[in-house]
C-alpha cells in the first residue's frame, strides 16, 4: 500500500496543501477502498496511484480555489467522490451524502467511522427522492452523474441563495450548462490537471429561483 509520502507525491500536480494527518487520513480511505473494491465494485479504477490522482486529486482540486463552509450535499456519492474527500480537506463542513446503493452506504460510513470524521449523514434517497428544506445548503456537489438538466434545478432550490454548486463534468458536458434553465450563474471552470477532457465547472446560487423551482 501507499505511504504518505507517495501519495503527496501523486498529489503534488494539484498543488494542494495537506497537513500530515490529512495525509493519513487519505491513506486510510484509501486502503479501504481498495480493499472493499475487491467485495463490491466501487470504481472501476483498480491500481492505487491512479486512485490517488483520479478520485482524491481530482476530489481535492476543489479545495485549492473554493472553501466550502457550513453545510455541503453530495449527490451520488457512489465511493465518495467528490463530497467524503473533502471532508478530509474542511474538517469542519457538514456533509450530507446520498447515495442509494446499500453496499455503497456501508463503505462510506465505514470510511467516516475509521477516519474519525463527525458531521457525515448518509442517506438513501437520490436527489429526486430527497426531501431536504429549500435553502439549507451552502454547497453542493455531484461528479459523474448524468441527467444535468433535472439535477441543477433540483440542487439549486436546496442550495442557500450565494450557494456553491460545483459539478466535475466532461468538456462535453459543461458546454451545455447554460442552456439548463436553472437559478445558477455559472462563474468558474477548473481544468483538472493529468486530465483531458475533465473539469470542475463551479456556479452560484442567484437570490431568485425561476419558475416553479
Avoid at 35 to 52: F, Y
Avoid at 62 to 69: I, Q, Y
Avoid at 87 to 111: M, Q, W, Y
Avoid at 139 to 152: D, Y
Wanted: aromatic content about 6%; hydrophobic content about 45%.
Amino acid at each position: 500500500m501507499l505511504t504518505e509520502d507517495q501519495v503527496a507525491r501523486l498529489l503534488a500536480p494539484f498543488g494542494l496543501q495537506l497537513t500530515s494527518r490529512q495525509l493519513g487520513l487519505l491513506v486510510t480511505y484509501l486502503e479501504l477502498l481498495i480493499r472493499w473494491n475487491r467485495r463490491i465494485n466501487l470504481t472501476s479504477v483498480r491500481d492505487p496511484e491512479e486512485c490517488v490522482t483520479r478520485h482524491f486529486g481530482e476530489s481535492l482540486y476543489l479545495a485549492r480555489w473554493v472553501e466550502l463552509k457550513g453545510t455541503s450535499l453530495d449527490i451520488g456519492s457512489g465511493a465518495g467522490f467528490p463530497g467524503l474527500a473533502l471532508k478530509i480537506a474542511f474538517p469542519a463542513l457538514s456533509v450530507t451524502l446520498l447515495e442509494p446503493v446499500a453496499k455503497k452506504r456501508a463503505f462510506l460510513k465505514e470510511v467516516a467511522r475509521a477516519c474519525g470524521m463527525e458531521a457525515v449523514e448518509v442517506r438513501a434517497e437520490r436527489l429526486e427522492d430527497f426531501e431536504g428544506a429549500p435553502s439549507s445548503f451552502d454547497a453542493a456537489t455531484s461528479r459523474a452523474v448524468g441527467g444535468l438538466e433535472r439535477l441543477i434545478p433540483r440542487a439549486a432550490r436546496l442550495l442557500k441563495p450565494g450557494g456553491k454548486l460545483a459539478l466535475w463534468l466532461t468538456q462535453g458536458q459543461g458546454k451545455g450548462l447554460r442552456q439548463i434553465e436553472s437559478a445558477i450563474e455559472w462563474r468558474g471552470l477548473l481544468s483538472l490537471p493529468l486530465a483531458r477532457e475533465r473539469e470542475i465547472r463551479i456556479g452560484t446560487r442567484k437570490e431568485n429561483l425561476p419558475g416553479n423551482y
